[in-house]
């Protein structure tokens, strides 16, 4: 069974930074492209980056790329999402992503005070 835990989440001042992390289990890890997504309220949950398995290649939303990194360690598991710069747009719940499984973690919540 397919599980994404997602933490890291939190209340950060306008310019700041967090890194989110998301740890996979039931299938294995090493082999998967894995995304995050993040939902605003009242928008449509949205791609903010991709990293393929063995985090070769990345791709990220315009609105993220040069602020944002993802990274992977296949020896743990885990993904991640280093956020710098953080903007009050950046704000929603942010979700990890396993795409060949189609299967979603429960989010983590980001706010960005301005």
């Known amino acids: 069974q397919v599980q994404l835990v997602e933490s890291g989440g939190g209340l950060v001042q306008f310019g700041g930074s967090l890194r989110l992390a998301c740890a996979a289990s039931?299938?294995?890890?090493?082999?998967?492209?894995m995304s995050w997504y993040r939902q605003a309220p009242g928008k449509e949950r949205e791609l903010v980056a991709s990293?393929?398995?063995?985090?070769?290649?990345?791709v990220y939303a315009d609105s993220v790329k040069d602020r944002f990194t993802i990274s992977r360690d296949n020896a743990k598991n885990t993904v991640y999402l280093q956020m710098n710069s953080l903007e009050s747009e950046d704000t929603a719940v942010y979700y990890c992503y396993a795409v060949r499984f189609r299967s979603w973690g429960q989010g983590t919540q980001v706010t960005v005070a301005s």
């Open positions: 039931g299938f294995t890890f090493r082999n998967h492209a």
């Open positions: 990293i393929s398995s063995t985090g070769g290649d990345t």
